[in-house]
């Protein structure tokens, strides 16, 4: 059974930091790795997806990694700003012929402080 | 992206009641998921929305309690039926619109059960 771990679960920041966010699973027979964030109140904003064979994937500030191997990712967040503030989440889909749902961690929370 | 629409966006409801979700989707979609987040916890899978058939459920989660349709590429209901204070959650229809593409996330319904 895959399981998602993220760590850690809570991250307070001043804001111009760069920040990592960690996410682990334990089955490497991925598909593909999606990271999003969650604002209070609402639903999931789709931030990067990485497939199993690539090794990083970027946009803008944000740069996400891949290491199916070890079953590790990490989303790295350069110069942080207080609109960065949110929980984020990381989510594995299995390989195909399994289930296609994503599987998910409980995710890290976010404060970018001005 | 694929925009998603949500109705409700929330909700409170008495015990032993069902409410019926819907999910409007603004293109044409291969799949379609329904997803619940309980207080606190990540996002679990409910059912996939097949398009002219059953609904699929994962463990846990039943036809009785949990009544889908998906009568063409752009919409579905959820129904929460007989509710109990347990069903308190948000609830959150997902889409992708190919196999390798990233999955996306409506705003959710927050549903509370007095």
């Known amino acids: 059974k895959q399981e998602v771990t993220q760590i850690p679960a809570a991250l307070s920041v001043p804001e111009g930091e760069n920040l990592v966010l960690n996410c682990s699973f334990t089955d490497s027979a991925i598909y593909n790795l999606q990271w999003f964030r969650q604002d209070p109140g609402k639903g999931l904003t789709s931030l990067l997806l990485i497939q199993s064979s690539q090794r990083e994937q970027t946009s803008g500030r944000l740069n996400a990694s891949l290491d199916k191997s070890s079953g590790r990712s990490t989303l790295y967040i350069a110069a942080s700003q207080p609109g960065d503030s949110a929980t984020y989440l990381c989510?594995?889909?299995?390989?195909?012929?399994?289930?296609?749902?994503?599987?998910f961690g409980k995710g890290t929370k976010l404060t970018v402080n001005p | 992206s694929a925009v998603i629409s949500q109705k409700p966006s929330r909700d409170i409801c008495q015990r032993g009641t069902s409410l019926t979700i819907q999910c409007q989707v603004d293109s044409q979609v291969t799949m379609m998921f329904w997803y619940r987040q309980q207080p606190g916890q990540s996002l679990t899978l409910i059912a996939t929305?097949?398009?002219?058939?059953?609904?699929?459920?994962e463990s846990g989660f039943v036809i009785d309690k949990f009544p889908i349709s998906r009568p063409n590429l752009t919409f579905s209901t959820l129904t929460v039926s007989n509710m109990s204070p347990e069903d308190s959650s948000i609830y959150l229809c997902s889409v992708r619109t190919g196999h390798n593409q990233p999955q996306h996330f409506g705003d959710g319904t927050r549903l509370s059960i007095l």
């Open positions: 929305a097949n398009q002219g058939s059953e609904a699929t459920y």
């Open positions: 989510a594995v889909r299995r390989t195909q012929g399994g289930s296609e749902k994503l599987v």
